[in-house]
């Protein structure tokens, strides 16, 4: 993986180029009158916390009587007003612009509202391109965000650059935001991209599309468009070669970097076999053996090429980071082996909560399973999950 030093500096230009300071300039000027803060939370709570210390006023409000977050928020900024249990459109008045939480629908009445007299209805990751100075690697998809962001992560720090990871995960976005960052590697949802429009990454993943959320945005369609809107605002598009969906939005991207466990790639991250033994690959090169990965299946197989394929334009080292891949043992809740007893694993998986992430997690185990899933539909099909589930069960 050969560095590319000017991308780093040329992409620091980029982003203190004549767009952003426009933009910037023009969200001075709206904080006149003050910004509508919509849903607190950690994200709301991290827009409040980096306006304010900008000097800009604020006003939140909040459908709930005792949002996460409120107590510690009135502590640290107790000027600010809230208003509880109420989204009522008349809180627009005097307002420049809104800001939604990501866990709030886009077209939620306010947000409509606001829209129709002319106010930006923007997000937390909108504030942060304004904001940012240093590359944005960012990553999408139905599964395997978190992973790939803190691997992608690590691999930057091996590097012995500083890149802090969030976002979706972890810190909100506008915590990240130091001057003394090198790069940025953020998890970005569906939701969050409704209200993003400004991010430009260095360079984006896509990792997989599968049926979620679809309770939200109502077609898997639209849901897919807004994994590509992100896609599409990158210099360079990691794709998920083994997804049809996805790798049809590496077709329409001028710099695809595809990455696949299914086929070995000419030009990619695959997987290949080498007497017998799967290795990772770049350009059919082997470069680690994946049995040498602290993280087992698949899955993880794919996860650890796409943060390999997501950083490879601020590698210098790929010995270095290979090493990361040897050690790095995953986040908790993802297929995390937790006990054994009398010959039984227990893994935990509860933060895979829809049908794609349940059948990558049963692909990558073996023997007879004990499948224990519960929770909410989100109107998903489970039909792909009992086919591919056929044969792997004792019981659910």
Same mark, same amino acid.
């Not at 468009?225 to 049809?244: R, S, W």
């Given at each position: 993986?050969?560095?590319?030093?000017?991308?780093?500096?040329?992409s620091?230009?980029?982003?203190?180029?004549?767009r952003f300071?426009?933009?910037?300039?023009?969200?001075?000027?709206?904080a006149?009158?003050?910004?509508?803060?919509?849903?607190?939370?950690?994200?709301?709570?991290?827009?409040?916390?980096?306006?304010?210390?900008r000097?800009?006023?604020v006003?939140?409000?909040?459908?709930?009587a005792?949002?996460?977050?409120?107590?510690e928020?009135?502590?640290?900024?107790?000027?600010?007003?809230?208003?509880?249990?109420?989204?009522?459109?008349?809180?627009?008045?005097?307002?420049?612009?809104?800001?939604?939480?990501?866990?709030?629908?886009?077209?939620l009445?306010?947000?409509?509202?606001?829209?129709?007299?002319?106010?930006?209805?923007?997000?937390?990751?909108?504030?942060f391109?304004?904001?940012?100075?240093?590359?944005?690697?960012?990553?999408?998809?139905?599964?395997?965000?978190?992973?790939?962001?803190?691997?992608a992560?690590k691999?930057?720090?091996?590097?012995?650059?500083?890149?802090?990871a969030?976002?979706?995960?972890?810190?909100p976005?506008?915590?990240?935001?130091?001057?003394?960052?090198?790069?940025?590697v953020?998890?970005?949802?569906?939701?969050?991209?409704e209200?993003?429009?400004?991010?430009?990454?260095?360079?984006?993943?896509?990792l997989?599309?599968?049926?979620?959320?679809?309770?939200?945005?109502g077609?898997?369609?639209?849901?897919a468009?807004?994994?590509?809107?992100?896609?599409? !605002?990158?210099?360079?598009? %990691?794709?998920?070669? +083994? #997804?049809?969906l996805?790798?049809?939005? $590496? &077709?329409?991207? =001028?710099?695809?970097?595809?990455?696949?466990?299914?086929k070995?790639?000419?030009?990619?991250?695959s997987?290949?076999?080498?007497?017998?033994?799967?290795?990772l690959?770049?350009?059919?090169?082997?470069?680690?053996?994946?049995s040498e990965l602290?993280?087992?299946?698949?899955?993880?197989e794919?996860?650890a090429?796409a943060?390999?394929?997501?950083?490879?334009?601020?590698?210098?080292?790929?010995d270095?980071?290979?090493?990361?891949?040897?050690?790095?043992t995953?986040?908790?809740?993802?297929?995390?082996?937790? !006990?054994?007893?009398?010959? %039984?694993?227990?893994? +935990? #998986?509860?933060?895979?909560?829809?049908? $794609? &992430?349940?059948? =990558?997690?049963?692909?990558?185990?073996?023997?007879?399973?004990?499948?224990?899933?519960?929770?909410?539909?989100?109107?998903?099909?489970?039909?792909p999950?009992?086919a591919?589930?056929?044969?792997?069960?004792?019981?659910?």
């Open positions: 993986m050969a560095a590319k030093a000017p991308t780093l500096r040329s620091r230009r980029r982003r203190s180029g004549l300071e426009r933009k910037e300039s023009a969200v001075r000027n709206a006149a009158k003050h910004s509508l803060i919509v849903g607190l939370g950690a994200t709301g709570a991290a827009v409040a916390r980096y306006l304010t210390a000097g800009e006023r006003r939140i409000i909040d459908s709930r005792d949002p996460p977050g409120l107590r928020l009135r502590a640290a900024l107790p000027g600010v007003a809230v208003s509880l249990e109420t989204l009522d459109p008349r809180w627009l008045d005097g307002a420049s612009r809104v800001l939604l939480s990501p866990g709030l629908p886009y077209d009445p306010l947000a409509v509202e606001a829209r129709r007299r002319g106010l930006a209805v923007i997000g937390d990751i909108e504030l391109a304004y904001a940012a100075r240093a590359p944005v690697l960012a990553v999408t998809g139905s599964n395997g965000k978190s992973t790939v962001t803190t691997l992560s691999l930057l720090e091996s590097q012995r650059l500083r890149a802090p969030g976002g979706n995960l972890g810190p976005a506008l915590d990240l935001l130091n001057d003394d960052a090198d790069a940025y953020l998890e970005i949802s569906s939701f969050q991209m209200t993003t429009d400004s991010l430009a990454p260095l360079a984006a993943a896509v997989n599309v599968s049926a979620d959320h679809l309770d939200r945005h077609t898997l369609e639209l849901y468009e807004l994994k590509e809107k992100l896609l599409q !605002a990158a210099e360079h598009a %990691v794709v998920n070669a +083994d #997804d049809p996805v790798a049809a939005m $590496g &077709a329409r991207h =001028a710099r695809a970097v595809p990455f696949s466990v299914r070995e790639l000419a030009q990619g991250y997987v290949v076999t080498t007497e017998g033994e799967r290795w690959a770049r350009n059919r090169e082997p470069l680690l053996r994946s602290k993280i087992s299946g698949t899955h993880n794919a996860n090429l943060a390999l394929a997501l950083t490879e334009t601020l590698t210098t080292s790929t270095a980071a290979l090493d990361v891949l040897r050690t790095f995953g986040l908790p809740h993802r297929c995390q082996h937790v !006990a054994e007893r009398k010959g %039984v694993a227990y893994v +935990d #998986d509860s933060k895979g909560t829809n049908v $794609g &992430a349940t059948l =990558a997690a049963l692909n990558g185990l073996s023997g007879p399973l004990v499948l224990i899933a519960g929770g909410l539909s989100k109107n998903q099909d489970f039909g999950l009992a591919g589930a056929r044969g792997k069960l004792r019981a659910a």
